[in-house]
């Protein structure tokens, strides 16, 4: 008689599970069904912890426009802001952040078109770019805020002298430019603009306020922090009240001068006293700034950038070429805009600086259609705005404007991807600066795909 198999036998483990050696079973008939093997899937193992040796540099592609912003930002003369440091060796005091690292993240934020200075600071800490650029310097997103807007001098400079070097590489031609503006939309609403009665309400109780928070000065229940944040609040709401009143007079009184009664009618913005209600591209009156740009027709490279709060571009021509003049100490030969500019104003005083204007004649299709001839001069015209209404009948002309379509308007667009839909920022000052980012993050890379360009057509030796 066999000896009894122990019970702790039985529950001993074994090699394959009893599912698994049934399987393996031969059926003993033809009756028996066979059970199809369970599919072997690598499925994801999410927390398996892990030990990484990569350094930020290793996770970056080598082709990544970050660290093509970074070689232009490293050559870039930045001394004047290094001098501020007040923390120099051999002192004590906190280690300043690096101003390169602020730069660059706003230069390849411009590229991006990430609009605040909160988003670059949360990418700065979890985006493999912004990271690369930051290179574990402390930024926080006031000191991007403010260094996006405190610096417009010195970034309107370092464009200048970029187009220099461009222009001596071979990249700026200033035979044929083309200038368009833009409206884009202010950091304000259209509830916000009040007549002048209601703006001297908001005054007296912006005022009132102001005087509230001093008397709580002492008021041991409110943290330092938060009266700080509410006396910046209701001191910046101050002025901008107050600049809106000065804005509403200055307006009023052209309102006035040109129809009599209709000053009080004047109405400003209590958010951003800078920004006037414009008629946008679909037609609609919203609140914005009119860019201007001018580009070069053959390189597309911007050359000339301006924030103006007029909703027309009558006048504004002969500003912009002499803008391009004192960058670059020359003016363009040629310029194409749009009708909008052709006042003869602007084109009598934009030939006697040398450049040749291209625009067409206003309404063209009514001249012909009375049997008058729209390019013939006119009476009382002068040689400049004769000359020009001449040569835009010539079939040269006509060739050579439609050039500028695919240039300014193309900019324009290029923008608009980059994120240039609305502004964080108010004021004129604030929104050029900000927009001076764009045009140096557009010439950066518009200067990279045509030196790529010309290595590829073997005019320059490849690295």
Not at 31 to 43: E, H, Q, S
Not at 58 to 84: C, I, K, Q, S
Not at 389 to 405: D, F, N, Q, V
Not at 434 to 442: G, K, N, Q, R, T
Request: glycine share 6%; net charge positive; with cysteine.
């Amino acid at each position: 008689m066999p000896e009894p198999v122990p019970a702790c036998a039985s529950q001993q483990p074994t090699l394959f599970s009893a599912a698994e050696l049934q399987a393996a079973v031969p059926p003993d008939s033809a009756d028996d069904r066979f059970v199809k093997p369970a599919p072997r899937i690598n499925r994801p193992q999410r927390f398996q912890g892990e030990y990484r040796t990569e350094s930020l540099d290793d996770r970056l592609d080598a082709d990544h426009p970050a660290r093509l912003v970074w070689t232009f930002v490293e050559g870039l003369d930045l001394a004047e802001l290094f001098e501020r440091v007040k923390a120099v060796e051999g002192s004590v005091g906190r280690n300043a952040s690096d101003f390169r690292v602020v730069f660059a993240l706003l230069l390849l934020a411009a590229i991006d078109g990430v609009p605040t200075s909160r988003e670059i600071a949360r990418l700065s800490e979890n985006h493999r770019a912004y990271e690369w650029l930051r290179g574990g310097v402390p930024v926080n997103y006031h000191m991007i805020a403010d260094f996006r807007v405190q610096h417009a001098e010195l970034v309107d400079r370092l464009l200048s002298q970029a187009l220099a070097s461009l222009m001596h590489e071979g990249l700026v031609d200033l035979e044929t430019t083309a200038q368009d503006g833009m409206k884009v939309r202010a950091s304000a609403g259209g509830d916000s603009f009040r007549r002048k009665p209601a703006l001297q309400e908001h005054l007296e109780k912006a005022e009132r306020r102001v005087r509230e928070l001093r008397e709580q000065a002492d008021d041991p229940n409110i943290g330092q922090r938060q009266k700080k944040a509410r006396t910046r609040a209701a001191r910046e709401k101050l002025e901008r009240v107050q600049a809106a009143l000065k804005a509403n007079d200055e307006l009023a009184a052209d309102r006035e001068a040109r129809k009599k009664g209709d000053g009080p009618k004047t109405r400003t913005s209590t958010t951003d006293p800078d920004a006037r209600k414009m008629q946008m591209s679909d037609g609609g009156f919203r609140p914005a700034h009119n860019v201007q740009f001018a580009t070069t027709a053959d390189t597309k490279i911007i050359v000339g950038v301006d924030v103006i709060n007029q909703g027309n571009d009558a006048g504004q021509m002969q500003p912009m070429i002499e803008q391009v003049q004192e960058r670059l100490g020359a003016v363009p030969d040629k310029h194409l805009v749009d009708g909008s500019y052709s006042t003869k104003k602007d084109i009598e005083e934009t030939a006697k600086l040398g450049t040749t204007v291209y625009a067409p004649v206003k309404e063209e299709e009514q001249q012909k259609a009375k049997g008058q001839d729209p390019f013939q001069p006119k009476k009382g015209d002068k040689p400049a705005v004769a000359a020009w209404r001449i040569r835009m009948g010539t079939a040269t002309a006509k060739e050579l404007y439609k050039r500028r379509g695919e240039t300014a308007e193309w900019v324009n667009a290029c923008m608009r991807q980059r994120g240039m839909q609305q502004f964080s920022v108010r004021g004129l000052a604030k929104v050029k600066a900000a927009v001076l980012w764009y045009v140096l993050a557009h010439n950066l890379l518009r200067a990279e795909a045509l030196r790529a360009q010309k290595q590829a057509a073997g005019e320059i030796p490849c690295a």
